[in-house]
Antibody, heavy 121, light 108 residues
Framework: EVQLVETGGGLIQPGGSLRLSCAAS????????MNWVRQAPGKGLEWVSI???????SHADSVKGRFTISRDSSKNTVYLQMNSLRAEDTAVYYC???????????????WGQGTLVTVSS | EIVLTQSPGTLSLSPGERGTLSCRAS???????LAWYQQKPGQAPRLLIY???SRATGIPDRFSGSGSGTDFTLTISRLEPEDFAVYYC?????????FGQGTKVDIK
C-alpha cells in the first residue's frame, strides 16, 4: 500500500528556514516523480516542486531560488528545503506522487495528509 | 503558464441531482492532459479523472469527464451525500502545472 507521511511543519519567522520531509512506503521514491503541492488557508492548490526519477528538479517561479527539493533513497524520503520564508508561503504542504509515464509527471495520484507551515512574526 | 478558470464558484444542489462543473483554459491543454480532483474539508485532494475523461482507480461511474482543447467538464450524474466537496481541475500537459480556483458543491 502506498503511503506518504509529511513532517516538519510549524511556526517560523519571516526570513527563516524550514525543512519538510515526506516519508514514503509501498514504493521507491527514486523510481517515481515526486512533487510538493501547497494550499494557503482557505485557498486553492499550487504546485511547488518536482524531483524526477532521474534526479532533475524543477520549481514554481514563486519559490525558485528559495526552495529546493531533494531525496534520500536510503531513507525513501523526499525533502523540501525552504529558505527566506515569507508570509505568503504560509500553507499546508502536501507531498504527492505522480503517474508512471513522463507525460504524467504532473498527475498526482497519491497524496500525503499535509503539514502546515505558518510564517509569521 | 496556462490559467484555468472554473465555473461556477459555488454550485448548490440537492442529493440525487446532476451537477455540471466547467473548467476553461487560457490556451489549449496538450493531449487532453486535464485532471479533476475532489477535496473534502481537512483532507488531501483525491484524483477523480485524468486524461480529461478517464476515471481513476476506485472512482464511481457517476463521475464523468469530457472536453478537449480549452473547454472541459466534470459531470456528477446523481449526487450522493459524500459528493459535497470542492472540485479542482488541473492541467499537467505544460509545466509548470496549474490548478483552477475550485468549485464548491454544497447542499441546497
Amino acid at each position: 500500500e502506498v503511503q506518504l507521511v509529511e513532517t516538519g511543519g510549524g511556526l517560523i519567522q519571516p526570513g527563516g528556514s524550514l525543512r519538510l520531509s515526506c516519508a514514503a512506503s509501498g514504493f521507491t521514491v527514486s523510481s517515481r516523480y515526486m512533487n510538493w503541492v501547497r494550499q494557503a488557508p482557505g485557498k486553492g492548490l499550487e504546485w511547488v516542486s518536482i524531483i524526477y526519477s532521474g534526479g532533475y528538479t524543477s520549481h514554481a517561479d514563486s519559490v525558485k531560488g528559495r526552495f529546493t527539493i531533494s531525496r534520500d533513497s536510503s531513507k525513501n524520503t523526499v525533502y523540501l528545503q525552504m529558505n527566506s520564508l515569507r508570509a505568503e508561503d504560509t500553507a499546508v504542504y502536501y507531498c504527492a506522487r505522480a503517474g508512471e509515464a513522463l507525460a504524467a509527471a504532473g498527475l498526482f495520484n497519491y497524496w500525503g495528509q499535509g503539514t502546515l507551515v505558518t510564517v509569521s512574526s | 503558464e496556462i490559467v484555468l478558470t472554473q465555473s461556477p464558484g459555488t454550485l448548490s444542489l440537492s442529493p440525487g441531482e446532476r451537477g455540471t462543473l466547467s473548467c476553461r483554459a487560457s490556451q489549449s491543454v496538450s493531449s487532453s492532459n486535464l485532471a479533476w480532483y475532489q477535496q473534502k474539508p481537512g483532507q488531501a485532494p483525491r484524483l477523480l479523472i485524468y486524461g480529461a475523461s478517464s476515471r481513476a482507480t476506485g472512482i464511481p461511474d457517476r463521475f464523468s469527464g469530457s472536453g478537449s482543447g480549452t473547454d472541459f467538464t466534470l459531470t456528477i450524474s446523481r449526487l450522493e451525500p459524500e459528493d459535497f466537496a470542492v472540485y479542482y481541475c488541473q492541467q499537467y500537459g505544460s509545466s509548470s502545472w496549474t490548478f483552477g480556483q475550485g468549485t464548491k458543491v454544497d447542499i441546497k
